[in-house]
Nanobody, 115 residues
Framework: QVQLVESGGGSVQAGGSLRLSCAASGFRISINPITWHRQVPGDQREWVAGVTGDGSMTYMESVKGRFTISRDWAKNTVYLQMNTLKPEDTGVYYC?????????WGRGTQVTVAS
């Protein structure tokens, strides 16, 4: 059974850091892509960053140089290190994967950045 569980969110001051985790089960992160998205109430969910199974990483322009994806094979977990956080980074962060043609989402973790 495919499952994604996010954790690591919280409340920080602008300029602070958080590391989000996306623990995957039912598939291998070394094969399937993982993407991070965020959503603010009233807005559409937006793509933030992603990593393919072979390790190719991409980031939305506004987080380049501040956010970094990493992976732990043993834990089958993908991380999103977020540094120099800004108030506009506030939102619920979700991870997603495509497995056998189907999209799976975690339940999300809240990130709040105070100015």
């Amino acid at each position: 059974q495919v499952q994604l569980v996010e954790s690591g969110g919280g409340s920080v001051q602008a300029g602070g850091s958080l590391r989000l985790s996306c623990a995957a089960s039912g598939f291998r992160i070394s094969i399937n892509p993982i993407t991070w998205h965020r959503q603010v109430p009233g807005d559409q969910r937006e793509w933030v960053a992603g990593v393919t199974g072979d390790g190719s990483m991409t980031y939305m322009e506004s987080v380049k140089g501040r956010f970094t994806i990493s992976r732990d094979w043993a834990k089958n977990t993908v991380y999103l290190q977020m540094n120099t956080l800004k108030p506009e980074d506030t939102g619920v962060y979700y991870c997603n994967t495509l497995f056998r043609g189907r999209s799976y989402w975690g339940r999300g973790t809240q990130v709040t950045v105070a100015s």
